[in-house]
C-alpha cells in the first residue's frame, strides 16, 4: 500500500526558509507526478507545485512562484518543498501529493492526485 509520509513545518517569522520533506512507502515515484498543495485557515485547499514526470518539468502558482522550489532528493521514493522569503499568508497545511503512475493529465485540482500526506502545519508570524 502506497503511503505518504511528511516530515518538517512549523512556526517561523516573515522572511525565514523552512523546508518539508515527503517520502514515499510501499511503492515507487517513477512515472509519477509529485507535487504540493496547502489548505490556509477558512480557504479550500490549493495547489502548490508540481514536478511533472513526463517531462521532468516544475510549475508553481503565481502565490509562489520565485520563493519555493519543490525537487526530488531520490528518484524512486522522496522529495521535498523548499519555501524561502515565507509570508504569513502562506500559513497553511501543507500536503504533498503524488498521482497515479503514469497519470499525465490535469493536476491543478485535489481530485486529480490519488495519494496524499497527512499534513504539516507551517506557520508564519508577522
Known amino acids: 500500500q502506497v503511503q505518504l509520509v511528511q516530515s518538517g513545518g512549523g512556526t517561523v517569522q516573515t522572511g525565514d526558509s523552512l523546508r518539508l520533506a515527503c517520502v514515499l512507502s510501499?511503492?515507487?515515484?517513477?512515472?509519477?507526478?509529485i507535487g504540493w498543495f496547502r489548505q490556509g485557515p477558512g480557504k479550500e485547499r490549493e495547489f502548490v507545485a508540481i514536478i511533472r514526470w513526463m517531462d521532468d518539468t516544475s510549475i508553481y502558482s503565481d502565490s509562489v512562484k520565485g520563493r519555493f522550489t519543490i525537487a526530488r532528493d531520490n528518484a524512486e521514493t522522496s522529495f521535498h518543498l523548499q519555501m524561502t522569503s515565507l509570508k504569513p499568508a502562506d500559513t497553511a497545511e501543507y500536503y504533498c501529493?503524488?498521482?497515479?503512475?503514469?497519470?499525465?493529465?490535469?493536476?491543478?485540482?485535489?481530485?486529480?492526485?490519488?495519494?496524499w500526506g497527512l499534513g504539516s502545519q507551517v506557520t508564519v508570524s508577522s
Open positions: 510501499g511503492g515507487t515515484l517513477n512515472r509519477r507526478n
Open positions: 501529493v503524488a498521482s497515479a503512475q503514469h497519470y499525465s493529465d490535469s493536476f491543478l485540482s485535489p481530485t486529480d492526485w490519488r495519494n
